[in-house]
């Protein structure tokens, strides 16, 4: 897996400054990926999409491939905003446990809209389920994981390249091994 | 516990865990992330992938996000086929 950081720095390589496009080239740039920002952002992060957008330019423009018409496709530019998306609620998280972000009492809301009675302890029984994925046998947690995270089970196994039959055992008994585990812990609807 | 009760759990783990330091210096770029989701990795890389998604509540939510980005137009291995 790549263990790599992105860069964040504002400032533009005097290289990539002599690509930079002009006109309506430029201001078709910032539409597209501010539609992308604000597509992928969660809502907590709404008042915070300029400042995204500009992030993303940068990368764009420091990409090298600004001339290549090609290259400048959406699933281009909406990779770019998902790096930049995600590297700020990174930072965001450090910032917070650094007590650095006072600007932001609010709680973040992850991007699956909960009811207000699901979000009742909601997130306390995210973090027991967190700890109990962590008890759960190797193949059994992967699965129940992608799972979890809204995949099918048929997608679950092509995706971890199991059969059907052995993704829906691998998830049906990880699923009862999590609810055993969340009962222990007093956790059961 | 219903799937959507837990699904909607998982997802607010995000919001209430303190992710260990040492989780996240070991976080994969969100290439991987965006290349775990649109099926771009192999098994064994996704694998790793999942089992870092399992105990970091950024990273899964940094997953989910994927799920608003369009598949790439080639070199998929294997993935989700809804979008």
């Keep these: 897996m790549a263990q790599t950081g992105t860069e964040s720095s504002p400032s533009v390589s005097s290289r990539a400054a002599a690509e930079l496009p002009t006109g309506e080239e430029y201001a078709d740039l910032r539409d597209r990926l501010e ?12 008042d915070r999409v300029d400042d995204l957008v500009q992030v993303a330019l940068m990368k764009v423009l420091r990409s090298g491939k600004v001339e290549d018409q090609v290259e400048m496709n959406n699933t281009f530019l909406y990779r770019i905003a998902h790096s930049v998306v995600v590297d700020e609620i990174r930072s965001h998280r450090r910032r917070n446990e650094t007590g650095m972000d006072p600007k932001l009492p609010d709680p973040v809301e992850p991007s699956v809209r909960t009811n207000p009675e699901a979000m009742t302890g909601g997130a306390e029984i995210g973090v027991e389920i967190v700890d109990c994925l962590g008890q759960l046998a190797q193949s059994r947690r992967r699965a129940v994981t992608l799972y979890l995270q809204g995949h099918s089970v048929p997608e679950t196994g092509k995706m971890l390249g199991f059969s059907d039959k052995k993704a829906e055992n691998l998830v049906y008994r990880g699923l009862a091994d999590l609810r055993a585990c969340l009962k222990k812990k007093g956790l059961e609807p | 516990m219903s799937l959507k009760r837990l699904r909607e759990a998982f997802a607010s783990a995000f919001d209430s865990l303190d992710p260990e330091d040492e989780v996240l210096e070991q976080c994969p770029d969100p290439d991987v992330l965006y290349n775990a989701y649109h099926g771009m990795l ?7 992938v999942t089992d870092h998604m399992a105990r970091c509540p950024v990273c899964a939510e940094a997953y989910r996000l994927a799920r608003n980005t369009p598949p790439p137009a080639s070199e998929r291995v294997s993935g989700p086929d809804r979008h």
């Design chain 1, 35 to 46: 539609r992308a920002c604000r597509k992928i952002a969660p809502h907590w992060m709404s």
């Design chain 2, 42 to 48: 192999t098994a064994a890389e996704l694998a790793e």
